[in-house]
């Protein structure tokens, strides 16, 4: 269970220079649904639009997460247990943006 309410971010981020290009931060369901009410185990469901204007054709990553009140990432991990670098953790599927 969720020790507090937390910031999700979804970022879109160029594969080569690892800057973010597009994202959206914000508290799950602009705040209707904090994280503090979860329930361990429970599996919670957002769409999430992000801001594409001015970003050019190509390929992308995507990474998602949680983050504190002091901006801090909460920890992940992988299906294995293993820490993921840096926690924050990106999404197998290329995103591509067309022109």
């Known amino acids: 269970a969720p020790r507090g309410d937390y910031t999700r971010f979804v970022h879109l981020f160029d594969l080569a220079t690892r800057s973010v290009v597009a994202q959206n931060d914000a508290p799950p369901r602009g705040g209707k649904y904090p994280t503090s009410w979860w329930a361990a185990g429970e599996v919670v469901t957002e769409i999430v639009t992000l801001p594409l204007e001015g970003v050019p054709p190509g390929a992308y990553g995507l990474a998602v997460g949680f983050y504190d009140a002091t ?3 909460l920890l ?24």
């Not at 992940?76 to 197998?92: E, K, M, N, S």
């Open 71 to 73: 901006v801090t990432r």
């Open 76 to 99: 992940a991990t992988g299906a294995d247990g293993a820490p993921i670098l840096d926690d924050y953790p990106v999404l197998p599927s290329e995103v591509r943006i067309e022109p």
